[in-house]
């Protein structure tokens, strides 16, 4: 069994003591649509690796982490090892999910017994791995002291059987005899040896956590896909993740994944904070506003891997009122830790890299340049909106809004925009944002006496953004 490190003897050899202090990132409590984070409204915004920077030993996360800092990113996904990637899984070179032979690590030890699918020995699910947990707990460690929070992902969908027979919850793979069910069985509670399996890793990766304040929980990734997850299973998980800390001091945020249509959700499990979709649409914000829950964009991804598509997307769903965008950036491998490993390769699902990067910044500072925590979307503060040019007749306006102070406008698509703003009497700066470089094309002062005030953009490609405060 494993030996835990005494929490003050781990924070003061992590460095961490200061940063507990203000406890663990929570919805903020004046506008619960944002965090806070170490006593800071935060929206959380990243372009960050396929999940398997703890999991893998051939990645160097420091290196990693060190690039998401440069770029003032404050978020990184890291899937736990209870699932893991083989070779050739969805196309991807590099794929930080698929460890080489010998390198992959997970909560579980290994046995003395030889037999599990990737040559190495079994996996014995009543043992911990110190040394993962070691190095999982260096990960948040290093990312806190770059300002960046962890989303740990408890769980992910057995895609294919391939994948199944990859897990160390496959009876294949343990010395336990736990887990010889299929696929769809492995997260629907039938098998209680299974159950009691998933809930033991939980409790075990809550306790030996509890300490770190830049740490938030995801159930399973993509829990909708390929069928078999059950929501007795899923709150039977939150609720090993709620006992678990019960008695701890911090208490941990919790996300669950949902369909990416458009869906108002219902039935929530009260215990989730963090509205998790893939793909997501705006929309997706709009019909979940009510519910007073961070909504997430938690994964990029798809056959288009420009990086207009994944920057149109971040400035709409924030825009929108979201508060999380965590771009998937498959230029992030084993051997280039540093996000170069530009250009992708064809057939890679999804887009990434340094150009990409930058512009994700500016939308970050774009964002992080106003008291984002009083504003809201509003859409009825745009009473008129011609766009011309390009794709003028796809275009979408998007108005983030603390009505009378403050006014964040995105225009996706077209060449030209003239916009009327309901704007209170007051004096205003406004100025025009070009979202890919980041450059101001254009500022004026208005003197304003009430009423609409028609604004217009300089000309432009692709998209404009636009900010309007008061003097």
């Known amino acids: 069994m494993s030996r835990r490190i005494p929490a003050c003897f781990l924070m003061a050899l992590l460095g961490i003591g200061a940063a507990v202090a203000a406890g663990p990132i929570r919805l903020h409590p ?15 915004i990243t372009a960050g690796e396929h999940y398997g920077a703890v999991l893998n030993l051939d990645f160097d996360y420091v290196r990693y982490l060190d690039v998401l800092h440069a770029h003032q990113f404050n978020l990184t996904r890291v899937f736990s090892g209870t699932y893991r990637e083989v070779a050739g899984s969805f196309h991807i070179t590099g794929n930080t999910l698929a460890p080489a032979a010998g390198r992959f690590v997970c909560p579980w030890a290994r046995s003395g017994t030889p037999g599990a699918s990737d040559g190495g020995n079994r996996f014995d699910l009543t043992t911990w ?28 969908t057995m895609y294919d059987d391939k994948l199944w027979d990859a897990s160390p919850m496959n009876v294949r793979n343990n010395v336990n005899g736990v887990g010889g069910v299929g696929r769809q069985e492995v997260y ?64 941990h945020l919790i996300a669950q994944g949902f369909p990416p249509g458009p869906r108002a959700i219902s039935g929530l499990n009260p215990r989730i904070s963090v509205l998790n979709f893939h793909a997501a649409k705006p929309d997706a914000v709009r019909l979940n506003y009510p519910l007073n829950k961070v909504v997430a964009f938690d994964e990029t991804g798809g056959a288009d891997r420009s990086d207009r598509k994944y920057r149109t997307e971040g400035w709409e769903f924030l825009l929108a009122g979201g508060g999380v965008y965590d771009h998937l950036d498959f230029s992030f491998t084993p051997d280039h830790e540093d996000g170069m490993a530009v250009p992708l390769p064809p057939g890679t699902p999804g887009g990434g890299g340094p150009e990409l990067r930058q512009q994700l910044r500016i939308l970050k500072e774009f964002i992080e340049g106003f008291d984002f925590l009083r504003m809201a979307p509003m859409p009825g503060a745009l009473k008129q909106s011609r766009i011309t040019g390009a794709l003028a007749d796809k275009a979408a306006v998007w108005v983030l809004a603390e009505a009378g102070r403050a006014y964040a406008v995105y225009v996706k698509e077209g060449a030209g925009a003239e916009l009327a703003l309901a704007l209170p009497t007051g004096d205003y700066g406004a100025e025009w944002l070009n979202p890919r470089t980041g450059s101001v094309e254009k500022t004026e002062t208005l003197r304003h006496e009430g009423g609409d005030r028609m604004l217009v953009s300089p000309a432009y490609s692709e998209d404009i953004a636009l900010r309007v405060t008061r003097r």
Do not use: M
């Open 129 to 156: 791995d110190e040394a993962y947990l070691t190095r999982l707990k260096d990960f948040l460690a290093q990312a806190g002291r770059r300002g960046i929070v962890v989303e740990l992902v408890l769980f992910c």
């Open 188 to 251: 629907s509670a039938k098998n209680q040896d299974l159950l009691a399996a998933q809930q033991a890793v939980v409790r075990e990766l809550v306790v030996e956590l509890n300490e770190f304040d830049n740490l938030y929980y995801e159930i399973c990734n993509e829990p909708y896909e390929r069928g078999g997850l059950t929501s007795q299973w899923n709150d039977l998980i939150v609720a090993a993740a709620v006992e678990a800390e019960a008695s701890l001091p911090q208490k």
């Open 30 to 44: 004046d506008n619960p649509h944002y965090f806070e984070f170490q006593g800071r409204p935060t929206i959380l």
